[in-house]
């Protein structure tokens, strides 16, 4: 088990409580969690992989012994190497549990004592599917259906999209990512199914720096900002450093994007770059 290890959340419906054992390998940082977890199904079961910090997989052994028909999940892990199996604690609905773990070769030490019809399909699904797939994407993506009805799938679509029009998402953009992740989690396409394979851009414009505005209109991008800012479409200010910055005025929000780089400034705060649509060249002229 890893000694450094991340806080995660988990959504399942499955609360189990973990019952006391004293024969496991317990982690020694009791405060810490696991740093990922990926949730997926197989036959309608929800199992769940926990990933450390060195992408290494770790498997909630209960979620194991329900596809096994193991009903004692303690007693079948007792068996496994110290280092085939641990506990950890994670994040649930129901709060924060303590739950058993076993990394891959616990997981291959189970599937085979198991004398249960259930552990060679299991077996070749992990093997030839689920991990292969983790290892190249870090998740688990499940194979694309066509459902009989969408009404449940629905549900989880407006869900996702509230999810992404609270992370700062938009237009096309939320309806991409919610559909995206409605996808990963239930193998349906909903866009693909509804026949809207691609979507039209609310706005028919390119998004144009300073500098690349200044090329077409044949200007430095100082001079650009400048004649912009005397259309009254952007106004000058100092930031914390006294470096000049630009910022668009009430009138010239219409105008403008405002897109974040991915980058931080030396305080912490996202740094962000301004965007002028292409329509910005009819006010300049």
Known sequence: MKESLNKAWITSNDLGLFASCTSFYINPLKEDHMSNIIPFSYQEKEIRIIEDQDGNPWWVAKDVCGVLDIVDTNKSVQNLDDDEKGTTKVLTPG??????IINEPGLYTLILRSNKP?????RKWVTTEVLPSIRKTGSYAMPDHEPETLIPVSKEFKAAVAIAK????KGNQA???????????TGVNLLDIIGATHLICEKQEQHLTATQL?????LTAQKTNKLLESKGVIESYRDGKNKLKWKPTAEGKQYTVLKDTGKKSGSGTPVQQLFFLDSVREVMS
């Open 95 to 100: 709060g924060e549990q303590s739950m058993i």
């Open 175 to 185: 309806t991409l990512c919610a559909n995206k992740a409605v996808r990963r989690i």
């Open 118 to 122: 259930e552990a060679k399909p299991f």
């Open 214 to 218: 200044g090329k077409i209109l044949g």
């Open 166 to 169: 609270a992370a700062g998402l």
